[in-house]
Nanobody
Framework: QVHVVESGGGLVQPGGSLRLSCTASGRIFSVDETGWYRQAPGSERELVAEMDSGGRTYYDNRVKGRFTISRDNAKNTVYLQMNSLKPGDTAVYYC??????????????WGQGTQVTVSS
C-alpha cells in the first residue's frame, strides 16, 4: 500500500515564500513523473509544475521564475519552492505522483491537498 502526504501550506504575505513537500511511502519500486497542481475556489484544478524521472521540468507561465520544483529520489519526496508569492497564487495545492509498485505496474496518486493563502 502506498501513502502520499503533503505538508507546508499556510498563510503568507504578498512577496513571501513557502515550500511545499510531498512524500510517497510504502511499497514503491520507482517514482516516475511528479507534479504540483492547484485549485482556486470556483476554478478547475490546473498544472503548476512537473518534473519527470530524468529531471526535466515544466512550469506554467504564471509561476515561471518564481516557483521551483525539485525531488529527493532517496526520500521519494517532491518539493515546490514558491517565492515572490502573489494573491493570485492562493489555492489548494495538490501533488501528483506517478509511481511503480512493480516494473510493469504504474499507478497515479494524489496528495490530500494543502491550502496556500497569500494575503496582507
Amino acid at each position: 500500500q502506498v501513502h502520499v502526504v503533503e505538508s507546508g501550506g499556510g498563510l503568507v504575505q504578498p512577496g513571501g515564500s513557502l515550500r511545499l513537500s510531498c512524500t510517497a511511502s510504502g511499497r514503491i519500486f520507482s517514482v516516475d513523473e511528479t507534479g504540483w497542481y492547484r485549485q482556486a475556489p470556483g476554478s478547475e484544478r490546473e498544472l503548476v509544475a512537473e518534473m519527470d524521472s530524468g529531471g526535466r521540468t515544466y512550469y506554467d507561465n504564471r509561476v515561471k521564475g518564481r516557483f521551483t520544483i525539485s525531488r529527493d529520489n532517496a526520500k521519494n519526496t517532491v518539493y515546490l519552492q514558491m517565492n515572490s508569492l502573489k494573491p493570485g497564487d492562493t489555492a489548494v495545492y495538490y501533488c501528483n505522483v506517478k509511481l511503480r509498485i512493480a516494473i510493469e505496474t504504474e499507478l497515479n496518486y494524489w496528495g490530500q491537498g494543502t491550502q496556500v493563502t497569500v494575503s496582507s
